[in-house]
């Protein structure tokens, strides 16, 4: 039983063959948006690498670029196919790769869904991804002269500023950590020895956050250090006081922004994976109608155009048959070339 038959005409697959045609087009078109989104999340990515823990969060950016490629040139093959089957002539040289190219098609689109599900699902890796990175780079926050970790002070500043945000969970992990480098430590003053002699690593600890941790809407001077000592500061008392630094971490900040952004290509990616459905499904139509012609040396006369030659249980039957058809062969093949090897 042939799937979703339709009757054609001269005219009908006329129609059809400009339609698909414009469609191609349109859906090369949509391998170009795949292609520049994979770009610019790769950028955005490469911005922040530093407070990456891995190279794994560049796998996805990379297959879009893969999958806007591909798409540029399948699509492309695919709408001079159709332009092609205008003419009877030019189409005929098309017609013994045409099964294949479909075939092809239809493994692309796999693969196109399963990328725009990775987009969906990539936001929990990327959220150890970025909770380790974010670890490691303020630890080193305060290596400014160290080759290699210079840079770290600098992108970690810009980003709390741009992403409104202050540590990895809030603020208080600058507690934690020595971020200001012993170069500017005075080891003679009490205060100091005090501090390094305060915990088992030796390490200057305080209760205070870089300036880039500061919200500029405050309308009080931004109290970055001695934050929870209420006599270091007027009218001040760090319970109830509204702090003046932002307060939630820039794991979920920037979680939140990379996470909409994978979102956002995701939904575009499954639009675009209907697009490339419609277009192979319209090829098909072409295809089959050309095939089916009732007089192939008349043009004008009818034809019938189909999805599936068979039902989905069918088809499927037949390609599995085939498929074990095709394993026997290359198992007698290879019992053959046993036996002559034997028999030599």
């Known amino acids: 039983m042939v799937l979703m038959l339709v009757k054609f005409d001269l005219k009908k697959r006329v129609k059809l063959a400009q339609t698909v045609w414009f469609m191609y087009w349109f859906a090369v078109m949509a391998g170009v948006l795949v292609f520049s989104m994979g770009l610019f999340f790769k950028i955005e990515l490469r911005k922040r690498s530093e407070l990456m823990d891995n190279n794994e969060s560049h796998f996805l ?52 869904f399963m990328t725009a599900l990775l987009c969906f699902l990539m936001r929990i890796p990327l959220q150890f991804t970025l909770a380790e990175g974010l670890k490691n780079g303020m630890k080193y926050y305060k290596d400014t002269d160290t080759p ?29 950590i020595q971020w200001v480098s012993n170069r500017y430590l005075d080891f003679g003053a009490k205060e100091v020895k005090d501090r390094l002699g305060s915990n088992v690593d030796g390490q200057y600890l305080m ?36 702090l003046n630094v932002w307060k939630h971490g820039c794991r979920d900040a920037m979680l939140s922004y990379y996470g909409g952004l994978m979102n956002t290509i995701g939904a575009l990616v499954l639009l675009v994976t209907l697009l490339e459905l419609a277009v192979t499904i319209g090829l098909q139509y072409v295809n089959s109608s050309l095939s089916s012609l009732a007089n192939p040396e008349d043009p004008e006369s009818e034809s019938e155009g189909w999805i599936l030659e068979k039902t989905v249980k069918e088809t499927f039957t037949d390609i599995m048959a085939t498929m074990k058809s095709m394993g026997k062969g290359t198992k007698v093949e290879e019992g053959g070339e046993a036996a002559v090897a034997t028999v030599s």
């Open 207 to 242: 209760d205070g956050v870089p300036f880039s941790c500061c919200n500029p809407s405050s309308p009080r001077p931004c109290i970055q250090n001695q934050m929870t000592n209420n006599t270091a500061h007027y009218s001040y008392d760090h319970y109830t006081e509204e």
């Open 61 to 112: 950016p990379n297959l879009l670029i893969l999958m806007g490629l591909i798409a540029c040139g399948i699509n492309a093959f695919g709408g001079k196919i159709c332009y092609d089957s205008l003419d009877p002539s030019k189409f005929a040289k098309w017609k013994s790769m045409l099964k294949s190219f479909l075939v092809s098609c239809m493994v692309f689109n796999g693969l196109l």
């Open 148 to 176: 290699g970790r210079c840079y770290m002070k600098r992108t970690l500043d810009l980003m709390q500023m741009e992403f409104r945000c202050c540590g990895n969970d809030n603020y208080r992990d600058w507690f934690e």
